[in-house]
């Protein structure tokens, strides 16, 4: 079960997230940590958090490219973050409210394409 229940606002945003992740070839979904999140091969390519440890985000974290974390979260602070634990892994938060779901999408992609190609360094939440 969640840890936080995925209503209201959470809920429309899981439901962005979970179309654009269930569209990628061999995702699959499950719990961890209480989130849904989304695995292609077992390892994870997109995380939901709904106020994770009520830090206020509702949001994805993803893996990124070596060095994009830094430029994007430079670029737009009030949409990107260093999500805790993965954060200094070169994972990206994106805030839900502060993208486009053609922007969610492409950052989705691109996460996904990072762990279905093996390119990323291996992460796998407990």
Known sequence: MSKNPVTGVAAEHL????RI???MPGA???LSHGEPT????KRV???F???HHNDGHIAVWIPAASGLQAALIKMSPKTYFRPPYLGGAGWIGIELEQ????????HIF????????????RITPR
């Open 15 to 18: 439901g962005r997230v979970r």
């Open 28 to 30: 699959s979904e499950r």
């Open 38 to 41: 989304f695995f292609v091969k």
């Open 110 to 121: 691109e996460a996904w394409h990072l762990i279905d190609s093996g390119k990323k360094k």
């Open 49 to 51: 958090a709904n106020n």
């Open 45 to 47: 390519f997109t995380m």
């Open 21 to 23: 992740c269930m569209s």
């Open 99 to 106: 993208v486009s779901d053609q922007e969610l999408a492409e």
